[in-house]
């Protein structure tokens, strides 16, 4: 996943700081900058040692005026894309003084927030923030306040800061259980969060918020061992294993759930001793929530489909398959990850996942997805004891499409909040997970 930025905070950003200076509030933010200015005193050489405008209306996020601070958080959103160094002076003073205005007033904290998710790709201050436990502590209370009115926001920073492994403490984290929260729950920060984004699903926690980046910061915690066995443990207070709390979420409305909750999936999936507890139907089961997204309308010879899962037979003929090719090629990516072991390909093998994938590799006009598409039919038509039977799936996935072939753009732009930043390469634990997300 990539880092999230934030380019505004709304039609009230759409003004600069030279063009706020006309009168009004700002009369009195120009007032304090001359008195700034008087006390480094006339001595001085101003084209050096004097700070730039932009370094002076950083010093204002810290003013005791209400008005002032709001109007000085304001303008400094755009400037946290395009000129973050300004708030990384004087030893990174005004983060210190924006982690202090996150539980300032709705549109003064709103505006603090967005400045530091789009500040969380600089390592350093990524560093920073991650590793501030009583900074944490303040995100969470707030977030799993029911009425916090910047919620999708506080989750948006989590998922950012899940890129610093620092907050992998969040595993282990406790904190005492929002009176919200229905019984049964848990003192667990990660279990209480799990059981928010079921509840953000259909509005009924927060009306303002549907907590869907926490599949984000889910998915990060999920390349760590630690998190791993996390979702993969029944837990004691409700008796379920979180993964399966996420799984449901794969035909889910929400772009956004789909893809950190595929992420998440594939994962955790690299924990191959769990291999067993993922296929069992009694367990996780997690085939069909794998196949049915990646599935459309298409008919199967009568044998195939007979074979399949009872939830992949006899679909309606309006089923369509998710939209986004790059969740569809992960879900695949885990069935890959599921033949590593015999036990895995055979049973992929038993409830005809081929067919399946090769009308996926028909039907989507993209480059990612057929390649993930033909290394697992390798696998899938490979004998045990030889390679005969791989040139005829080969063969099979090379019938000719009308259409030509794209290359997908991972995590590409919904709305105006995510836009696709280059990928990082990464190591298989990493996955899709590492990339930066901007919203």
Known sequence: MRYLKQNGAGEELSTTWEETRGGGVSERIVAERGKKTELKGKQQDASTT?????????????????????LAVENLVPYSTSQPAIFKTNQLLPIKDLKLLVRDYKQIAKNAITILINLSSDREILETLSSDTDFLQTLLTRLTNPKEPNANLLCILLANLSKSDSLKSLLALERPIPNDLTAPNSPLVISQLLD???RGANGTYNPDADFDFLSYLFADLAKHSEGRKYFLSKQEYDGVVPLTKLTVFTEHKSEIRRRGVASTIKNVAFEIDSHPAFLSEDEINILPYLLLPIMGNEEYEEEDMNGMLPDL??????????SEPNIIQTHVESLMLLTTTREGRDMLREVKVYPIIRETHLQ???????????????VLMRDE???EKVDQGMTALSRDVKLPRTQSKPFGGSGNWVSAEKEEEEDDDDDDDDKIVEV
Request: glycine share 6%; with cysteine; aromatic share 4%.
């Open 385 to 387: 004891d030889g390679d």
């Open 196 to 198: 928010i984004f079921v």
């Open 313 to 322: 037979q006899l679909l309606p003929p309006d089923k369509m398959r998710d």
């Open 364 to 378: 989507v006009e993209d480059e990612g997805v057929r390649e993930a598409c033909e290394r697992l039919v390798q």
């Open 50 to 70: 004097m700070p730039t405008e932009l370094e002076e209306l950083v010093d204002f996020i810290s003013h005791g005026n209400t008005q002032i601070r709001q």
